[in-house]
Structure formats: C-alpha cells, structure tokens
C-alpha cells in the first residue's frame, strides 16, 4: 500500500490531499488567515494520524473478531519544547461502544494498540529523507 501526502500552498490558497493506491481525497484544512502556510500545525495533525488511525484499526478488528462497535472517540496528544525539537510524550486515549461486554471493549482496544499501524510507526522509529523534486 502506497500512501502520499500533498499540500500546495500560495498566498490566500491552501488545498491539501491523500492517496492511497491511486485513490486520492481532498482534505479541507485552511489556510493561515495572514495568507501564508496551513491554520493547522504538524503537531496537530500527527496527533490525529494517530487517533484516526487507531479509530479506523479498532473497526477492522472488532470485524476481524465479530465483534460490534458502534461510537469510538480516540483523543491522542504530545507535547514539543521548541521549533525544531521532536515531539515526545504522545499518548491517547479510547472510548468505544458497542454490542460488546465492557472486558470484550477493552480487550479488543488493547489488542489494537498492539497492530496499529501509526502508532508502531512512531514505536519503532523510522527513517525520513528528503529527495530532491
């Protein structure tokens, strides 16, 4: 599976999307209202990689499981010091409801957690290099 990212950015113009294997999505995000760069930071938006794709993994596997969830909400957080430091101390945290015994809802939140993608992702580390384009 390949995913791709792509922001263009101009004054008064921002306009961002996804890909996945050739399946691209406009993604609404405004733009700052000084007319240059995005109204929402990285931080931000790596703080919703991880809840959303922990919401999206939590639904396909309690399918995996036949298991019904009907509401999930995920809050993820992190903390940065200053420009240019890495984030640390990311954390989230889950709710979800279902035709499930509450043992069962936690049970597949914590098996999630283990097969998510983003969040082994930032687990593990990985490397990120720039090409030239």
């Keep these: 599976m390949k995913i791709t990212a792509k922001l263009e ?24 209202v000084a007319g240059f760069g995005s109204a929402v ?7 919703l990689a991880l809840a959303t794709c922990f919401c999206n993994d939590l639904y396909r596997e309690a399918h995996r499981q036949a ?18 430091q ?7 945290k889950v709710h979800a409801e279902g035709d499930a015994t509450d043992e069962q809802i936690d049970a597949l939140i914590r098996h999630t957690d283990t097969v ?18």
């Excluded at 509401?71 to 200053?82: G, L, Q, Y």
């Excluded at 993608?117 to 384009?133: A, C, F, H, P």
């Design 67 to 84: 298991l019904v969830i009907r509401r999930v909400t995920v809050e993820a957080s992190a903390e940065f010091r200053a420009e240019g």
């Design 41 to 47: 930071n990285g931080g931000e938006l790596l703080c």
């Design 116 to 133: 998510s993608e983003i969040q082994n992702t930032l687990r593990r580390g990985s490397s990120v290099v720039l090409v030239d384009g």
């Design 86 to 92: 890495p984030g640390y101390n990311f954390q989230y």
């Design 9 to 32: 950015n101009h004054f008064n113009y921002h306009a961002v999307t996804v890909e996945t294997d050739g399946v691209a999505r406009d993604v609404s995000i405004p733009g700052k």
